[in-house]
């Protein structure tokens, strides 16, 4: 049997095929559940339903779409109660948009911090149909004083968590790519992607893109609930990394960044000397304007070339790119690539850090060896886990599964602060076993 890792490893060196790859998750946590697209997924224009990034943040909610019913009210003429087959009877749009958690990367940020560890998979791009929002809007006859727009879906959270409700500006509702869908690539919205009826916000993070939508609230006044004030905020300015950042300096996460991904070859693949193949990956990009460029070196970026973009240019969507590379010297090359919006911005060398660690843009990097056995794909071991304390199932794993804990990077002082979150939320974590807790916790390196 091969690890997961050397078979990827083997795959992308190209020494397993020419048969289709399959494509399975990477799992940061089953309940509830966090599932990454793997790298192979870049290869693809449309990611399709079965590779496409989970993010819940608690169990996904059973809907009866004969029960189920969207309501539009707030600061409207005629607020509506529609069924399914009313939003299907208006006139659709349909937009094919990157949607990607804007934790994605998060893996990447030194000192660490807490939240689910991505590496680049929480992206994905999908074909949207719905309902235009503003179309709905417009219908439930907005007044002047609209000021942002509240959704709610029907995912209720454990314990004490505060239901996750989130705004967007009505500028953004209004934007004819902003959509209510109940359909993703053409088939019916996944459970797991927010059946039936998700917000669909082109050019923000995910959070903004609400699942299992219920109700549309138009608000004359900021809404101050905690998934807007404490939860997806990004310091307005750089700080220094590791420090606690004031609320009042904090900014609420929008648009996205432009960023792209390296998928082919893979990080720590051997390649061989004298045989050409092609450096490929996809870049997206926020409100800012779609991607125009996409810079390549493969030396370690003394000298970069214009990789050729496929596809069509799109808003929204993302570009996948390809870059031609023979390698001709023996040894260890790093390759970078780099993209280029609209608007001139370029991803950066080094990112500022945020608490959250959101937005990860950086030119992306791998490192391959060349030689004449490309068989040199190196392994990682991740060491074994630290046997936990006997207090911890009853005490940590009522809501939720370990894979969210142990992939955590986190010190003794960041854990304590992530116990008293904890039992914000309803864990109850007596002072007698709050050090053996701690104690293992900051021992456990992913
Ligand atoms: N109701 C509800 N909507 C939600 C979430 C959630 O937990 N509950 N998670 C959000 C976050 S943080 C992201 S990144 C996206 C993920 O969408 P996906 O699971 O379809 O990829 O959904 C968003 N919408
Ligand atoms: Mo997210």
Redesign the pocket.
Known sequence: MLSRRTFLAMAAAGLIGPQKRPVEMVVRSTRPEDLEMPLSGFDDYITPVEH???????PVPKVDLAQWRLTVDGDVSTPLTLSMDDLRKMPSGEVVSV?E?AGNGRQNYNPPVPGVQWANG?V?NGRWRGVRLADLLRRAGLKSGGMEILFD?A?TPPGTMPD?QRTIPLKKALHSATLLAYEMNGEALPA???FPLRAVVPGWA??S????VTSVRVMNEEFKGYWMKSAYLHPGNAVAPGTLVAPEAMRPVTSLRVKNVISFPADGAGVEIGKRILVRGAAWSGDKGPVTAVDVSVDHGRTWGSASLTGKPSQFGWRLWEFPWTPSIEGHHALFARARDASGDVQPLAQEWNPSGYLWNVVARVEVDAGTNPNLASSIDRGSPVAPPSNFRATCLACHDDGLILQQRLTRAQWDRELNKMMQWGARVTPEDRGTLLDYLEKFRP
Do not use: I, S
């Open positions: 496409f990034f989970v993010r819940t943040h608690v949607l958690c929480a994905g879906g995912d996750f797991k992607h927010g995910g959070d893109w609400m699942k299992w």
